[in-house]
């Protein structure tokens, strides 16, 4: 059979639509959490930030919303074009003694039709 | 945002070898790098923390005596994967600290290890 964690969860959208994509993150005492896109065969590239003492944040075309309520995150990507197509991961920054770590969700493809 | 290389972008090794991935941070000083390996269509999983001048710091689970790192300058990290096996084939990547100080990493591009 196959192995779960060979399917990543999928959003398609056409051309022109808004995306959603969610995070749910584990550790109440992360601080900062990061958006990242990567495109097949690359390495992840940063889309944006927010800090723990935030609840929203605003890019160009990407809005990121943070509930720490319930441990939630999102990214928001106005009129999706075809060249968003990729995988998202969100990235919650823990602190420990003496350095922070990133740690990463399990990501969600977005394909996006023309 | 910061720029971070690596080398080579792809390598095909015969197993028991040792094949060498630099990374390394373009245009700012990095005093901390970070490695991951990614498996097909699965997340990012820290390997390392590595720290110039002194010895790198690894996630459970993770063998230093397998892959050696060393950060022997502000701009340079290496991983090293002694005597490869084809289960080490993966997709290895390095990260350096925003050089403003901040939590957020910059990523290289990425080596794709295959050992046959």
């Known amino acids: 059979g196959e192995s779960v964690g060979l399917h990543l969860p999928t959003l398609s959208v056409q051309e022109g639509d808004n995306s959603i994509i969610n995070c749910a993150y584990s550790?109440?005492?992360?601080?900062?959490f990061i958006w990242y896109k990567q495109e097949s065969g690359k390495g992840p590239q940063f889309i944006i930030d927010i800090r723990s003492n935030m609840d929203k944040r605003q890019g160009q075309r990407v809005t990121v919303l943070l509930n720490k309520t319930v441990k939630h995150l999102s990214l928001q990507i106005a009129a999706t074009q075809p060249g968003d197509s990729a995988v998202y991961f969100c990235a919650e920054n823990i602190a420990n003694s003496g350095y922070s770590t990133l740690t990463f969700g399990k990501g969600t493809m977005l394909l996006v039709s023309p | 945002g910061a720029v971070v290389s690596q080398h080579p972008s792809r390598v095909i090794c015969k197993s028991g070898t040792s094949v060498k991935i630099e990374c390394r941070s373009l245009d700012f000083q990095a005093t901390t790098m970070f490695w991951y390996r990614q498996f097909p269509k699965q997340s990012l999983m820290l390997m390392a923390t590595s720290n110039e001048g002194s010895k790198a710091t690894y996630e459970q689970g993770v063998e230093k005596d397998k892959f050696l790192i060393n950060h022997a300058s502000l701009t340079l990290s290496t991983l090293t994967v002694t005597s490869a096996h084809p289960e080490d084939s993966s997709f290895y990547i390095c990260s350096a600290r925003d050089p403003t100080g901040q939590e957020t990493q910059y990523f290289g591009p990425g080596t794709r290890l295959l050992v046959l």
């Open positions: 550790n109440s005492a992360s601080d900062y």
